[in-house]
């Protein structure tokens, strides 16, 4: 079967960085994608993957090692405001979305 | 009114009752979704549609009934529902169904509970 997983909470410090992990196991791959959803709110894209390496966007990375199956987002000088819920999820040979059940990041003063 | 739209935004409705929800897109896309997202679980594909012809449908109980009269608008239509179908429901949309960096624009939302 296919299979997304990234860890169901993590905790940070404003200011600090933090990584979200993602590995998946999928038939076939056509590119990784990361979303931020707010509590209540719509999805918001992040960022796209499809070649290995990383991809860097202001504060936000993300990196991709097709090899290994593997993920992360990488959030710098962390803010109040992205304490969300952070979703991978990888377009399959059908080019379907198949998505992780999300990381919900917690920011403490 | 921009990006993707959804209405109602909240809906409770008893198991007897017959409801519809409502997405608009003014992307200009030609691909739209239905997602159901239940707490602490991946977002489950209900249903797809490109150029306003059913591409995906996940294997969703007859109960959840998809309309998509033009490119721009998308409808789910519900009936006897069981409680297990309170959620939220999503609808996006994106340029094309068949295109890798096929990045999704999603709608607010409609929070349905289901006595």
């Known amino acids: 079967g296919q299979n997304i997983d990234q860890p169901t909470e993590m905790t940070a410090t404003e200011g600090a960085i933090v990584q979200i992990n993602c590995t998946y196991q999928?038939?076939?791959?056509?590119?990784l994608f990361w979303y931020q959803q707010h509590a209540g709110e719509a999805p918001t894209f992040l960022s796209y993957?499809?070649l290995d390496g990383l991809e860097e966007k202001g504060r936000f990375s993300s990196f991709l090692s097709r090899s290994k199956g593997y993920s992360y987002l990488l959030l710098k000088e962390l803010q109040m405001k992205d304490s969300a819920s952070y979703l991978c999820?990888?377009?399959?040979?059908?080019?379907?979305?198949?998505w992780g059940a999300g990381t919900k990041l917690i920011i403490k003063p | 009114e921009t990006g993707v739209t959804q209405t109602p935004r909240h809906l409770v409705m008893g198991m007897t009752n017959k409801k519809s929800l409502k997405c608009e897109q003014h992307?200009?896309?030609?691909?739209m979704y239905w997602y159901k997202q239940s707490a602490k679980k991946p977002l489950e594909l209900m249903f797809v549609?490109?150029?306003?012809?059913?591409?995906e449908n996940n294997s969703v109980p007859s109960r959840f009934s998809p309309e998509c009269p033009n490119s721009s608008h998308l409808f789910l239509h519900l009936h006897t529902l069981q409680p297990e179908d309170s959620a939220l429901y999503l609808c996006?949309?994106?340029?094309?169904?068949?295109?890798?960096?096929?990045?999704?624009?999603f709608g607010p939302g409609t929070r349905l509970t289901v006595l």
């Open positions: 996006a949309s994106s340029q094309d169904f068949t295109s890798g960096s096929n990045e999704q624009f």
């Open positions: 992307l200009g896309h030609n691909a």
């Open positions: 549609y490109s150029l306003e012809e059913r591409v």
């Open positions: 999928t038939s076939g791959f056509n590119g």
């Open positions: 993957n499809v």
């Open positions: 999820a990888v377009i399959d040979s059908n080019y379907q979305l198949i």
